[in-house]
């Protein structure tokens, strides 16, 4: 694995991003007038935060844009001073020839606590004229209401599997990876709308096979196939508490699982069940 095909994947320009239709519609005004307020990019993990940021910078500045971003991650900048520190550093030098702004993104800001959170929005008003921040984070109730008002808040969501399904197909095919149909569909959920997770489970998979099964991404993911979560239902059903306790370690053996990794796959497979009987080759 030389390089990560999630970096190597990101798309450039917020028109390649998958889904967030809202918010790439929106982006690409900003992009078109060359300027944008504070923002805050809130939602699960692998939704296109980071992406948005970097594309957005670069759709703004074109190819240098590099020199013209900050990227901070709250939770590794221990101390709000350091922030502090690099923003007053970063901020002192001219912007890009042609822009009038630089941009400092700040991700996992809900890492910060809500003193820091304080602190932090003294340094937006400080830097206002100079500089535009992009915050990201999973929950924007973490984040305190004065620094919200001073965004535009943007709400990123899983992706659905049609997406999802896209993107691993268009990775596949320029990584000369041999994805089967099934395959694919067992990636797409296993990902739960996390382009991360899934564009991660199939580097991992290929690395072992570029010829990749529905069987392959099961195992390298430590996740237990649909069909042996309903096997194991149906035991508990049908054939009581031994066999059904039997079938359980078999799982967790089988597909190295935690127990509460079992827990969580059962819950998940329960929710979308819609009969008792086997069901074979689902994805
Ligand atoms: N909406 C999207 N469209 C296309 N690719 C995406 C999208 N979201 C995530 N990805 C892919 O997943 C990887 C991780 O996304 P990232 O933007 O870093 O997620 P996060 O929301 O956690 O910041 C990216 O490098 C990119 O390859
Ligand atoms: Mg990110």
């Known amino acids: 694995m030389s390089e990560l095909w999630v970096e190597r994947h990101r798309p450039r320009s917020v028109s390649e991003m998958k889904g967030q239709k809202a918010v790439v519609d929106r982006l690409k005004a900003y992009s078109e007038s060359r300027t944008f307020p504070h ?13 948005a940021a ?7 500045f074109g190819e240098g844009f590099r020199s ?35 941009v400092i993104f700040l991700d996992e800001a809900d890492a910060l606590t809500p003193d820091a959170q304080g602190a932090l929005r003294r340094i937006m008003e400080q830097f206002a004229e100079t500089c535009r921040f992009i915050l990201s984070c ?13 965004c535009a808040v943007f709400r990123f969501r899983p992706l659905n599997t049609e997406k999802v399904l896209e993107k691993v197909i268009e990775v596949a095919s320029s990584e000369g990876v041999d994805l089967e149909q099934e395959a694919a569909q067992a990636i797409a959920k296993v990902s739960l709308g996390d382009l991360r997770k899934a564009i991660t489970s199939l580097q991992v998979a290929a690395s072992l096979d570029l010829h990749v099964t529905r069987e392959l991404v099961y195992e390298t993911t430590a996740t237990a196939p649909p069909e042996e979560l309903h096997g194991f239902f149906l035991a508990c059903k049908e054939d009581g508490f031994q066999p059904a306790r039997r079938r359980m370690r078999g799982i967790l053996d089988r597909f190295g699982l935690a127990g509460t ?23």
């Open 261 to 283: 990794d079992l827990v969580n796959q059962l819950h998940r497979e329960l929710g979308g069940l819609r009969s008792w009987t086997r069901r074979r080759n689902s994805p």
């Open 138 to 150: 999973n929950y924007s109730s973490k984040i305190v209401e004065a620094i919200q008002s001073r």
């Open 39 to 51: 923002l805050m990019f809130a939602g699960p993990p692998g939704t296109g935060k980071t992406t």
């Open 68 to 102: 013209n971003i900050l990227e901070m991650n709250a939770s590794d900048e221990r101390k709000l001073e350091s922030i502090r520190t690099k923003v007053k550093q970063f901020a002192r030098t001219a912007p890009m020839p042609g822009t009038t702004f630089k």
């Open 54 to 60: 970097l594309a957005l910078t670069r759709d703004v």
